[in-house]
């Protein structure tokens, strides 16, 4: 695994969890809109991804012999940049150009634009398909290296989804585990009640999956649960179903009823950041 000894591993999640909730309310403030509710509430998932799970090279995005992070969920890309900026996969001053003209950063992730951004997500239902024949491919090669993806509650009712989770079962993927952000929002409401794909662990498992189930915003019980997952000696695949709280550390964005695409106005985006700030972890 990539080596993050610096400081103690406690203190430097928290403390990465909190620098990527920091970095996308900045690139949010840029272009003063963005998905950023999900980006605060998936961060805690992609600091343990980042910062104790993945193998990688940041200043290597495409060494060869590193686990793959696939973002199904493209209008997530202001979480997963916020990540690379920290991971120094990106540079910091690239932080100001979000979304703009000729940016790396464009405001739906693509492959092309954006060092390592492994996949264009965009159309949902469609990273764990991807992250399957990645997988395959891994195993052909007689890697080592895991398939992590990463997908939204809403891509639980594509049909595509279910496809790849039977096949990944059919072919023993032990080096797939899929993340799923568990936040009950998409566009129309809450996703339970557009269609509901509960109980989502249970699912899983009837398709042949070894799961986990815990609180997307708990690093300790995250952690354990991505240990757990790599360390698995079954040859199935894994996921880890995690429930999150969207805008989770800026406590009056999450209160906002409608925070799928949650409405920041112009004198917000300093008060989100002052609010932010007030939580930082020593």
Known sequence: MTDFTDIDVNLSLAQRAWNIRHKALRMGAVQKQGYVGQALGVADVLAVSYFHALNYRPEEPEWEGRDRFLLSI??????????????????????????????????SGMASYTPGMEITGGSLGHGLGIGVGMALGLKRKNSSSFIYNLMSDGELGEGSTWEAAMS?????????????????????GPSTQMLSSEPADGKFEAFGWYVQRVDGNDLGALVEAFDKARNFDGPQPRAIICDTKMCKGVPFLEEREITHFVRVDEDEWDLALKVLEEGKPS
Do not use: W
């Open 74 to 107: 493209g209008h997530y890309a202001i979480a997963l940049y916020a990540a690379l900026l920290e991971a120094g996969v990106l540079p910091e001053y690239e932080l100001e150009t979000y979304g703009t003209d000729d940016s790396r950063l464009p405001m």
């Open 168 to 188: 990944a079962a059919h072919h023993k993927l032990d080096n797939l585990i899929c993340l799923v952000d568990f936040n009950d929002q998409q566009a129309d």
